[in-house]
């Protein structure tokens, strides 16, 4: 009987698993910023443009992005420490504009700024929103699912980890208090970890 009740608590383990990092990725994937990007997004005006979208480079303490807008290189230099940006220019078809930035907490990408201008760097509305189109402004991951629904999940994969980590400690080593314990870190570690990723996915509306 114990043994038919490990094989399915381990089974059950595997299959949460592949669970929990299929939303990851999924997590990943619908992120404003890739991992190892530089900046969170570029808003002009009207339009947000995500960091997936935005290819940088860093050379020393400066970071050089671009990024194609109807057939022209937007081109982006930007001087940032300690989590402040300190110099921001935009060049886009011809003209220069300064920018201003603010930092968002991400947890897939670490501590990025949204840069921001009141230019509208030559392009006219219909242009902008041509690229308002092209660039979704919202996040559809959290459109779909619901915000709410998230934060529902990840209560409840916490407290299908702390369970799960209950019962793997009892089955195997016949002490419940102390993996009655440790299941109650486990699972408010993993709430604490969910919730700061699904608030690091929200973007401008």
């Known amino acids: 009987m114990r043994r038919t009740v490990r094989f399915f608590l381990y089974s ?18 619908h992120a404003p910023m890739p991992l190892g990007g530089r900046v969170a997004g570029v808003q002009i005006r009207s339009l947000f443009i995500p960091g997936q ?8 303490q400066q970071d050089q992005c671009q990024i194609s ?6 081109e982006l230099t930007l001087t940032s420490r300690s ?3 300190k110099q921001c220019q935009l060049s886009y ?8 930035g603010e930092f968002h907490a991400l ?12 230019s509208n760097l030559g392009l006219i509305a219909e242009q902008i929103e041509n690229l308002r189109e092209q660039y979704p402004q919202r996040n559809f991951f959290l459109h779909i699912v619901g915000e709410a629904r998230l934060l529902m999940l990840a ?5 299908a980890a702390g369970m799960l980590t209950f019962l793997f400690g009892w089955l195997n080593f ?14 408010g570690v993993t709430w604490a970890i969910s919730n700061v990723i699904i608030w690091g996915l929200g973007y401008v509306d």
């Open 12 to 29: 059950t383990i595997a299959i949460f698993v592949v669970f929990v990092n299929a939303l990851m990725i999924q997590l990943m994937l």
């Open 53 to 60: 979208a935005i290819s940088c480079t860093q050379i020393g």
């Open 69 to 74: 807008l109807l057939g022209r290189p937007l």
């Open 83 to 85: 989590q402040e940006v």
């Open 93 to 100: 078809a011809g003209q220069t504009a300064d920018c201003k």
């Open 107 to 118: 947890i897939i990408g670490g501590w990025m700024p949204v840069l921001k201008t009141e």
């Open 155 to 159: 209560t409840g994969i916490a407290i």
């Open 174 to 187: 016949s002490k419940a208090m102390p993996y009655f314990v440790a299941g109650l870190i486990v699972s």
